[in-house]
Structures are given as C-alpha cells and as structure tokens.
C-alpha cells in the first residue's frame, strides 16, 4: 500500500515562489504515472500537472510555464516547482497517482497567494 505525504505549502506574495514535496511510501512507487492536484474553496479538484514514469510531464494551460513538476524515483518524492504565483493558484495542493487513484488521498498542502 502506498501512502502519500505533501509538504511545502504556505503564504506567499504574488510572483512568489514555493517548492512542494511528496513523499511516497511503497516500493512500486516508480510504476505510477504521478501528478498534482488542487482544490481551491468551492471548486472541484483539478489535475495540475503530471509525470509518467518515464519523466515525461503535462501541464494545465494556466500553469504552463510557470509550473515544473518533477520526480526521483530513487526517493519516492514528486516535486512541484511553482514560480510567479497568482492569486489564482490559492488551494490546497495533493499529490496522487493518475487514475485510478491510490486510496487514502494525503492531507495536501495549503498554497495561498496574496499580498
């Protein structure tokens, strides 16, 4: 089973820049197609980024560019590097398998963007 633990979130300024960590336990970790995900209050959760095994990426429109999501295999850890942040980006930021998901979904980390 595979667990899955966010961290890096917090407060920044818009056109800041935070780095997100998620950790995974579990050996078959490196077989999972890999992404990020947020939910922003009253809003459905959307993917935001995602890495196949191989290390190839995809990006919603609105982050591209600005958003880098990344993977050691060797570390069990997917990164989300998010540079020149809005407002808009404010949500709670989970990682998680491609679907089908893995079961529980992790605590997230809150990302807020505001001056």
């Known amino acids: 089973q595979v667990q899955l633990v966010e961290s890096g979130g917090g407060l920044v300024q818009p056109g800041g820049s935070l780095r997100l960590s998620c950790a995974a336990s579990g050996r078959i970790f490196s077989i999972y197609a890999m992404a990020w995900y947020r939910q922003a209050p009253g809003k459905q959760r959307e993917l935001v980024a995602s890495v196949l095994s191989d290390g190839s990426t995809n990006y919603r429109d609105s982050v591209k560019g600005r958003f880098t999501i990344s993977r050691d295999n060797t570390k069990n850890t997917v990164y989300l590097q998010m540079n020149s942040l809005k407002p808009e980006d404010t949500a709670v930021y989970y990682c998680?398998?491609?679907?089908?998901?893995?079961?529980?979904w992790g605590q997230g980390t809150q990302v807020t963007v505001s001056s």
């Open positions: 998680n398998s491609m679907a089908p998901y893995i079961q529980p």
